[in-house]
T-cell receptor
């Protein structure tokens, strides 16, 4: 079993929809949780960063961490065609040097 | 623009050939990483350097070597390329050794081994 599980999609939504992207994990030592966005043929870029449990909002993006369920989510409100990309979840434990990545979910937002 | 620069962007090798992938960052980051990305497998860590002068193996180090040349530069070498090493390679860096604040990635090197 992988340490981090992420549905690869693809997920296709109409413009303006609310998108929910999710990851589950098995290592309860993970404390730092991140979401990266990766456009085609580009490197991943950090989108959201959260420590421990709770919510974090940045514009149209909300990251949610539920450590009791070992489940993290990224919500995108009022989705735009420019949001079409692969979204990677990532996590690391306190004091660790190695980030564990999910396989990524491909998102398509149709105009 | 500040960031992580990788060279080359594309490369085709024959089985058994060697090559070095170059990576340089100008953000004064302590830690640098090499990942490979394959369809359905996500990003897998090959080697990392927590600070200048140190290197450690990641999840998939076999067939690779690294050199942390100085604080800015971290190279990845394939001594004898194999078709299984066909992949997209990403270099990344972070401002702290514990990598708790997220990485800055380069734009990648697409390597094909035939």
């Amino acid at each position: 079993q992988k340490e981090v599980e992420q549905d690869p999609g693809p997920l296709s939504v109409p413009e303006g929809a609310i998108v929910s992207l999710n990851c589950t994990y098995s290592n309860s030592a993970f404390q730092y949780f991140m979401w990266y966005r990766q456009y085609s043929r580009k490197g991943p870029e950090l989108l959201m960063y959260t420590y421990s449990s709770g919510n974090k909002e940045d514009g149209r993006f909300t990251a949610q961490v539920d450590k009791s369920s070992k489940y993290i989510s990224l919500f995108i409100r009022d989705s735009q065609p420019s949001d079409s990309a692969t979204y990677l979840c990532a996590m690391i434990n306190t004091g660790g040097f190695k980030t564990i990545f999910g396989a990524g979910t491909r998102l398509f937002v149709k105009a | 623009n500040a960031g992580v620069t990788q060279t080359p962007k594309f490369q085709v090798l024959k089985t058994g050939q060697s090559m070095t992938l170059q990576c340089a960052q100008d953000m004064n980051h302590n830690s640098m990483y090499w990942y490979r990305q394959d369809p359905g497998m996500g990003l897998r860590l090959i080697y990392y350097s927590a600070s200048e002068g140190t290197t450690d193996k990641g999840e998939v180090p076999n067939g690779y070597n690294v050199s942390r040349l100085n604080k800015r530069e971290f190279s990845l070498r394939l001594e004898s390329a194999a078709p299984s090493q066909t992949s997209v390679y990403f270099c990344a860096s972070t401002t702290r050794g514990m990598a708790n604040y997220g990485y800055t990635f380069g734009s990648g090197t697409r390597l094909t081994v035939v």
